[in-house]
């Protein structure tokens, strides 16, 4: 079991780095250190349904690539999940701030003391990117279904916070 935690979270970090990318918003490069929480790599935790590691990582200046690793407190369990993300910076604009509204497709999968399970969810959410800290702060809820063992409704969601390497 921890050698696939290790070899996931290697895979998790090897494609963030690589699939790094500048970021353009408003038609001006962000390069400066101005709004890092939406460019590079962020690391944070989320808190909700279920508790753990989030890592995003932007592969242009509206998709991302976000891959959790977390617990489940009630049942003793691990998980991994991978998400592609869309991102619209023009539903809320505010001066020196950014609130991305996103959404987009997610796999999973659990391990406990039963039957390994996975499925697929459709993040939504909204985030906080200000100007000059390397943070982002995060809602988001995640309908979707476990597909194995069992069909299901399996929903997500939580509140995090990222610290990003830019």
């Known amino acids: 079991m921890r050698k696939i935690i290790l070899l996931a979270l290697a895979m998790m970090l090897a494609i963030s780095t690589a699939a790094a990318a500048e970021v353009w918003i408003g038609g001006h490069t962000i390069t400066d250190g101005d709004y890092a929480g939406a460019r590079g790599l962020g690391i944070g935790i989320v808190l909700g349904e279920i508790n753990g590691l989030s890592i995003k990582n932007w592969v242009s200046s509206e998709h991302a690539v976000q891959f ?3 617990w489940d ?13 869309i991102h619209n910076f023009n539903i809320i604009q505010a001066d020196n701030n950014l609130f991305p509204f996103y ?7 659990a391990f406990a003391s039963g039957p390994a399970s996975a499925g697929i969810q459709v ?6 990117i200000p100007k000059r800290a390397p943070i982002d702060v995060f809602v ?12 299901h409704f399996a929903p997500g969601g939580g509140i995090g916070i ?3 390497f830019g």
Not at 73 to 85: D, Q, R, S, T, V
Not at 123 to 128: D, E, I, K, R, V
Not at 140 to 151: A, K, L, N, V, Y
């Open 162 to 164: 990222r610290y990003w």
């Open 140 to 151: 988001q809820i995640e309908p979707g279904i476990s597909i194995i063992p069992d069909m």
């Open 103 to 109: 959404f987009g497709i997610k796999g999973w999968a």
């Open 68 to 70: 959790d690793l977390n």
């Open 123 to 128: 993040p939504l959410g909204f985030s906080w």
């Open 73 to 85: 407190l009630n049942y003793g369990g691990i998980g991994i999940g991978a998400a592609y993300l």
